[in-house]
C-alpha cells in the first residue's frame, strides 16, 4: 500500500500462538516492487511488542549494530532480486501479538510492502492473524492484504475470517478513517472469491451471514465494516480493501485463524 508519514505509515501486526517460540522474518520492501507506480526508495522498519521496540533495521544487509546479519534473507527468494535499501531482521518471537511499522527514510513516501515468513513451520506454534493498518486511497493506491496458508507438515486447508475496519478504528483515536470499506478476497490467480460490503450481509446470497460472523467471536464492532469467512486450500490470496463509492482514509484489514 501507500506508505505515508505520521500515523499513516503501514503498520503491520500479526500474533503468534501456541507453546514454542517462533522464528520469523520480517522484511520491509519498496525498491524492488515493480508495476505499483511510485515506490518506497528507502523503508526503515520496526519490530514492537506493546511499547517496547524489539528490534529495527534500515538496510537488510547490516543491522543496526553496524554488523551483517548473517542468514537475514528470506531463503525461499532469490537475494539479487532484493534492494540493499529494503528492510529485513530474523526474530525468534514467544507467543504473543506484535507489530512490524514501515516507513520511508528521512520522511520519504511510496507503495511499499511489510510481510512476515514463518521460519519454523515445525514448532507448537503458528501465526494466528496477520493485520495491516494505513491509509486505504484510490486507484492503484487501495490496501492489498497477502497471506498464503502452508500446504506442508500439519498443513491443510484453513478456515479463516478475514475483516476490513474503518469507522470503529475512531476508538483508537485515528482521525480520518475509512468511513464505509469493502472487502474482496481472491486467489493467487485473481479469481475472485468472495466479496463483503457490510459485515451482517453476504454480498454472493444478499442473506444475512451475521450468526457465522459472530460464531467467530470476533464480528466488527460497525454494521458498514466487512468481513467474510472463507476455507481455504493451501495457496496464496491477496484480500483488498477499498473505500465504498470511492472514498478513502485509514483502515485496516486483518485474517484470522480460526480452525
Known amino acids: 500500500m501507500r506508505v505515508l508519514t505520521g500515523e499513516r505509515v503501514l503498520i503491520a501486526g500479526f500474533i503468534v500462538t501456541g507453546s514454542e517460540p517462533k522464528i520469523v522474518i520480517v522484511r520491509g520492501m519498496g525498491p524492488s516492487l515493480n508495476g505499483v507506480g511510485v515506490t518506497l526508495a528507502d523503508p ?17 544487509k547490516i543491522n543496526d549494530s553496524n554488523r551483517p546479519i ?17 528492510s529485513a531482521l530474523v526474530a525468534t518471537l514467544n507467543p504473543g501479538a506484535y507489530t512490524a511499522i514501515l516507513a520511508g527514510k528521512n520522511g520519504g513516501m511510496g507503495v511499499g510492502l511489510v510481510e512476515v515468513y514463518d521460519l519454523a513451520q515445525g514448532a507448537n506454534s503458528k501465526l494466528a492473524n496477520i493485520s495491516t493498518r494505513g491509509f486505504v486511497d484510490t486507484g492503484n493506491n487501495v490496501m492489498i492484504g497477502g497471506l498464503i496458508v502452508g500446504g506442508g507438515s500439519g498443513g491443510g486447508p484453513a478456515k479463516v475470517i478475514v475483516r476490513a475496519l474503518g469507522p470503529s478504528l475512531t476508538g483508537s483515536g485515528i482521525a480520518g478513517f475509512l468511513g464505509d470499506p469493502t472487502l474482496e478476497l481472491h486467489d493467487g490467480n485473481g479469481t475472485t472469491l468472495a466479496t463483503n460490503d457490510n459485515w451482517k450481509i453476504n454480498d454472493q446470497t444478499g442473506q444475512s451471514q451475521q450468526a457465522e460472523i459472530e460464531a467467530t467471536t470476533i464480528p466488527p464492532t460497525n454494521d458498514l465494516e466487512s468481513a467474510l469467512v472463507a476455507t481455504l486450500a493451501p495457496g496464496n490470496y491477496t484480500a483488498i480493501v477499498r473505500g465504498k463509492n470511492n472514498t478513502a482514509g485509514v483502515g ?6 480460526v480452525q
Open 70 to 86: 548473517a542468514g537475514s534473507s528470506d531463503p525461499r527468494h532469490d537475494d539479487s532480486t532484493v534492494n540493499d535499501l529494503e
Open 252 to 257: 485496516l484489514v486483518e485474517v484470522y485463524n
Open 44 to 60: 526503515t522498519l520496526e519490530l514492537h511488542q506493546g511499547n517496547t521496540t524489539l528490534a529495527t533495521n534500515d538496510n537488510w
